[in-house]
């Protein structure tokens, strides 16, 4: 096998679970394993997601709960992301629960629902201020009661989505939530009820839990990451990916010598640089180079030249590094630690986007 590796690191992800559970208080977490469980592997995170008795798990997609009902899943899926004409095939084929905004697409589930004589269950997204899902506040009334009628469709839950949850100042989330409260008050008035109300992501959850909702959509934080390392912190979060590889080869360069693409890196000085087999073919940034370190034997160092696709190139400088010796690129040795936040704070984003990166080509192991 491949020297590098993700160890994926369950009990780390149990014990993020159960600080949510606690956060949450009375909200039930619908774990979110969209983006194949944010590179963690969709399958894997999920069966053990369930074993912890998640009864519910969000997906973005129809075809990410198919991968999951193909391996065996047969709980409650909601599919986050706004149903469309083009999938409603797969929420009635797979017993899907769809986000909806869009009354023909609901028409559409209606029909096929209706016609494999089986019941499709629905959750109205308003858009409270986001801009991106769901329908206007003022259109909801009357989108619930045209549903209602429709056979084949059971109107089981509703949402909104923060757009700012992470935020210090929470004016425009407050705001966000007190139109959705109108909103499901409003349509509590006038008879229409939903098993699941939900409203807030990792950090809406841990910012907004005093508020009425039952269900929380919790996806970043199970992995041990947050926007930013406070929040984190504050949850006693533990990061559950490690990346490692090794050296695989050594090179000594005199002062002068260029090292890797596009004579990026010349040597100032008589070193030696380490070949390491991990590239941003990898998912490992090449706008990484240059900016971050790893650990070698409990000691940082730099990333060095260009990132090529396959292989990456640290100056070890002098130190006692050998071919064979572990490097990690993320997670502890010793003393010493890289994570998502070092890296994402390196190309100015954020950790969702560090670990939704790493392909498949690197193999998981779950410990
Ligand atoms: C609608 C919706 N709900 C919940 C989540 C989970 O968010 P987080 O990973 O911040 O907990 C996302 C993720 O982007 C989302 O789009």
Known sequence: MRSTIAKINVANLKHNLQMMRQVAQKMEIMPVVKADAYGHGIVEISRILRAEKARIIGVAFADEAVKMRESGDTGEIFVLIPGTE????????????????DFDVLKKLSHEAHSRNMTIKT?????????????????????MNRAVELPGIDMFGILTHLAGSELEDRTF???????????????????????????????????????????????????????????????????????????????????GDTVGYSLNYISDAKRRIAVVPLGYGDGYHRVLANKVHCLINGRKFPIVG?????????????????IGDDVVFIGNQGEESVDAYDLANAMGSIPYEITTALKWRIPRIYI
Request: aromatic share 10%; with cysteine.
């Open 306 to 322: 260009t990132i090529c696709m396959d292989q990456c190139l640290i100056d070890i400088g002098d130190e006692n590094v050998n």
């Open 173 to 255: 989330s407050n705001q966000q939530l007190d139109l959705f409260d109108s909103v499901l008050a409003e349509l509590q008035n006038a008879g229409h009820s939903f098993k699941y109300i939900h409203a807030l992501n990792s950090a809406g959850t841990l910012n907004f839990s005093d508020r009425p909702y039952n269900l929380a959509r919790c996806g970043i934080a199970l992995y041990g990451y947050m926007d930013y390392k406070n929040l984190s912190d504050k949850l006693k979060l533990k990061p559950i990916l490690e990346l490692v590889s090794k050296v695989i080869n050594i090179n000594t360069v005199d002062a």
């Open 123 to 143: 959750h109205l997204f308003i858009n409270t201020g986001m801009n991106r899902d769901g329908i206007k506040p003022n259109m909801a009334l009357d989108f």
């Open 86 to 101: 083009y999938d409603t095939d797969l929420y009635c084929a797979y017993n899907l629960q769809a986000s909806v905004e």
